[in-house]
T-cell receptor, first 114, second 114 residues
Framework: DAGITQSPRHKVTETGTPVTLRCHQT?????MYWYRQDPGHGLRLIHY???????DKGEVSDGYSVSRSKTEDFLLTLESATSSQTSVYFC?????????????FGAGTRLSVL | GDSVTQMEGPVTLSEEACLTINCTYTATGYPSLFWYVQYPGEGLQLLLKATKADDKGSNKGFEATYRKETTSFHLEKGSVQVSDSAVYFCALSDAYNQGGKLIFGQGTELSVKP
């Protein structure tokens, strides 16, 4: 299994509070991704990183920010959590973006915003 | 933009029945196609992939063929087992689109009864 650790695995928080989710990898892969999984939508990309301090937005980036200060860590921050951000969040890593690209996923973080 | 459409679930089958989960896609480039599987409480795992037209991906008795003429990548298995119960996601990746992000279908839940 790819060495990807997401923390926390579960979190309950209140509307308006800041929340940070962490993704840690031991594979030294260049690319890291944050997705959210919602019923009827599959997984959708929030943000991704293509190197240390290099990040870009995905299709559902509003209300989220990310940071990557080290190759192994990719943080997702909800500056002021809202109920619409209740979801399961998955981190993924990839060695490259070629046509043979395979992304490996963490176990997920279940976030509930009350 | 690029998109993936899967047949809706849940799908309920008896053990040893045949399985087909339909997947069609829309893409402007030449994407790679994937099937991921998510077992209860876990992250996504790559099941199989195909990187060009007419390629057949296979793994654990599952197969899917990349059909460019019908823009399809249907998942098939000749005889399902209880252990195949999971959610299956069809996805595509375009190396030139947002860091090779994966675009997912909405997922199809499969339940196999003894």
């Amino acid at each position: 299994d790819a060495g990807i650790t997401q923390s926390p695995r579960h979190k309950v928080t209140e509307t308006g509070t800041p929340v940070t989710l962490r993704c840690h990898q031991t594979e030294n892969h260049r690319y890291m991704y944050w997705y959210r999984q919602d019923p009827g939508h599959g997984l959708r990309l929030i943000h991704y990183s293509y190197g240390v301090k290099d990040t870009d937005k995905g299709e559902v980036s509003d209300g989220y920010s990310v940071s990557r200060s080290k190759t192994e860590d990719f943080l997702l921050t909800l500056e002021s959590a809202t109920s619409s951000q209740t979801s399961v969040y998955f981190c993924a890593i990839s060695e490259d973006t070629s046509a043979k690209n395979i992304q490996y996923f963490g176990a997920g973080t279940r976030l509930s915003v009350l | 933009g690029d998109s993936v459409t899967q047949m809706e679930g849940p799908v309920t089958l008896s053990e040893e029945a045949c399985l087909t989960i339909n997947c069609t896609y829309t893409a402007t480039g030449y994407p790679s196609l994937f099937w991921y599987v998510q077992y209860p409480g876990e992250g996504l795992q790559l099941l199989l992939k195909a990187t060009k037209a007419d390629d057949k991906g296979s793994n654990k008795g599952f197969e899917a063929t990349y059909r460019k003429e019908t823009t399809s990548f249907h998942l098939e298995k000749g005889s399902v087992q209880v252990s195949d119960s999971a959610v299956y996601f069809c996805a595509l990746s375009d190396a030139y689109n947002q860091g090779g992000k994966l675009i997912f279908g909405q997922g199809t839940e499969l339940s196999v009864k003894p």
